[in-house]
């Protein structure tokens, strides 16, 4: 027995909308959303940028408090908590999962990192010459890849070779630390194609990259924690 659908019916039925099934949003929305919470914040970390880099010694590398006193004050000037009461609204009102989230944030943050050459100012003569130290506090704000393949130098002037990346360690506190705390280091292939990492705990301007090429890489991201530290 055939069952006849009324045509009238039928036209209504086409011309109402697809529902998303649940859990599902509008992936490019939320990314737009998204993009411009992590804008706002970059824009507040950049307010005092770019920062004075001067350099010393024979190899000139640049003064590892001049980057201290550039990039930490810059990750306080950022309303971690009002940015992050904004990410959480609009991920409750499009229904997206912490870890789409988090996917989407990373990335935005990636994307928008700064330039080193917006981060600090280096005095025209010493553009070729001079080295970026790498700090702790500098390797803390390093994007991903950023640097990578870029030649390692002490800070006497001596071809260490060639950087690699970074990684997080921990470490026990001394008399002003209580329990522990987190540092960056780095990693770098020697002459003789071994990876090596410095020893010290406090890396200050013991090594450096070459300004001339670290000036066009990504060097300052922001981090996600607080944005994702909601109650």
């Known amino acids: 027995m055939k069952i006849l659908l009324n045509p009238i019916l039928f036209f209504l039925i086409c011309l109402v909308p697809a529902t998303p099934a649940s859990g599902q949003y509008n992936r490019e ?26 350099t010393s010694g024979r190899a000139k590398m640049g003064n590892w408090r001049d980057v201290e006193n550039c990039v930490n004050p810059a990750h306080d000037l950022v309303d971690w908590e009002g940015h992050a009461e904004a990410l959480q609204k609009i991920r409750e009102e499009e229904r997206v999962s912490r870890e789409d989230l988090t996917a989407v944030l990373e990335a935005s943050l990636t994307d928008h990192a700064i330039l080193y050459n917006s981060v600090f ?11 970026l130290p790498l700090s702790n506090s500098l390797l803390k704000f390093l994007p991903e890849n950023s640097l990578a393949g ?5 800070k006497d002037g001596e071809l260490q070779g ?12 001394g008399l002003t630390v209580l329990g522990e705390y987190r540092r960056m280091n780095f990693q770098y292939t020697d002459q003789r194609g071994n990876e090596q990492s410095p020893t010290m705990v406090f890396l200050i301007d013991s090594f450096g990259v070459p300004w001339r090429d670290a000036r066009i890489q990504m060097g300052f991201r922001l981090p996600s924690n607080r944005l994702l530290s909601w109650r």
């Not at 998204?34 to 307010?47: H, M, P, Q």
């Not at 990684?167 to 506190?173: A, E, L, M, T």
Request: aromatic fraction near 12%; charged fraction near 35%; hydrophobic fraction near 35%.
């Open 162 to 173: 060639t950087f690699i990346g970074t990684y997080p360690f921990d470490r026990s506190g």
């Open 150 to 154: 870029l030649t390692v130098y002490s």
């Open 29 to 54: 929305d939320f990314k737009r959303k998204v993009d411009e919470i992590v804008a706002a914040a970059y824009k507040e970390a950049s307010a005092k940028f770019p920062c004075r880099l001067r």
């Open 121 to 131: 100012q280096v005095r025209e003569r010493d553009i070729g010459e001079a080295l």
